[in-house]
């Protein structure tokens, strides 16, 4: 399981059993971005063999563009996604 936190339509644990998931699929399965979503800098947060943290930012904004599917990398299973929000300034 995995789970995706932040600025996306349907936050949640999901299962990602049976098959290889990539960020940007996983995205997709929680709906998608919401409208104030940073897509450019969404923070993947796995651990390596040894259990020690590894943090890394994704543009899958770029990915989703028709971008290096390369650069999209796979999910493992117990894994966090997060995706901040924009911040939004209101000026007038």
Do not use: W
């Amino acid at each position: 399981q995995v789970y995706v936190l932040g600025a996306v339509n349907s936050p949640g644990l999901y299962s990602i059993r049976g098959s290889q998931f990539t960020l940007s699929q996983v995205i997709l399965m929680a709906d998608g971005f919401t409208r104030f979503a940073k897509k450019t800098k969404v923070r993947l947060i796995s651990k390596d063999e040894r259990g020690e943290k590894i943090e890394s930012l994704v543009n899958v904004d770029k990915i989703l563009d028709g971008g290096d599917r390369d650069d999209d990398p796979v999910v493992k299973p117990g894994d966090m996604v997060i995706v901040e929000e924009k911040m939004i300034s209101f000026t007038g």
